[in-house]
């Protein structure tokens, strides 16, 4: 089981809030959208964020109390099993975003 920690960063005008996120056990995309949202009653967006990515491929899928939807089909199955290395997540509420941060391959460190 996934465990995260929420460490508030900045709170928002809109009683949302900003959070880093820390966790003890390393685990891939894969497994945090099947061990981790799967068992979270929010909704929210999922994104991937390093420096090989292009900024329209952020979005990686949409997700809605145990659903979820592809949303860029080429780079959900890119990252699916590469780890996590870092979470910032934000929202309030029944609503959360995540960032999830995985390290490049080496094909693409070559290019940056």
Do not use: C
Not at 49 to 76: C, E, M, Q, S, Y
């Amino acid at each position: 089981m996934i465990n995260l920690k929420f460490h508030k960063t900045r709170e928002n005008g809109d009683a949302t809030a900003e959070y880093d996120v820390s966790f003890d056990d390393s685990f891939t995309v894969a497994q945090f959208i099947k061990d981790y949202l799967n068992n979270q009653n929010e909704w929210g967006y999922v994104s991937i964020n390093g420096p090989f990515w292009v900024p329209d491929a952020k979005i990686l899928f949409k997700f809605n109390r145990g659903t979820w939807d592809k949303i860029n089909g080429d780079l959900f199955a890119s990252v699916w099993n590469k780890p996590v290395t870092k979470i910032h997540a934000s929202g309030g509420w029944s609503r959360m975003d995540y960032e999830l941060y995985v390290e490049p391959s080496d094909k693409e460190e070559t290019n940056v």
